[in-house]
Nanobody, 119 residues
């Protein structure tokens, strides 16, 4: 059983930066691939970024590539989403996730944290 708790969301102006954190508790957390998804009102939830269980491999959606990074600190059972050069289209609820390699299946979801990017 794993519990994921996000923090760090808020309001930021376009072009600014924000860092989200996802703290995990529970057994075998470090064996999970981790990632972030986001969902804007009226839109489908979309993949943002993922990182392998050992932190060796990362992958990003084309929409955030070059702007976002997803570092992981297994010693702290925490994964981050560093968001730079934010755009209004980045606005949404961001969800931390843990699951199988490549996040083909999600086993655990965080509760979500709101990110709002103003023009």
């Amino acid at each position: 059983q794993v519990q994921l708790v996000e923090s760090g969301g808020g309001l930021v102006q376009a072009g600014g930066s924000l860092r989200l954190s996802c703290a995990a508790s529970g057994r075998t957390f470090s064996r999970n691939a981790m990632g972030w998804f986001r969902q804007a009102p009226g839109k489908e939830r979309e993949f943002v970024a993922r990182i392998s269980w050992n932190g060796a491999v990362t992958y990003y959606a084309d929409s955030v590539k070059g702007r976002f990074t997803i570092p992981r600190d297994n010693a702290k059972n925490t994964v981050y989403l560093q968001m730079n050069n934010l755009k209004p289209d980045d606005t949404g609820v961001y969800y931390c996730a843990a699951g199988t390699p490549g996040l083909g299946s999600i086993n655990y979801w965080g509760q979500g944290t709101q990110v709002t990017v103003s023009s």
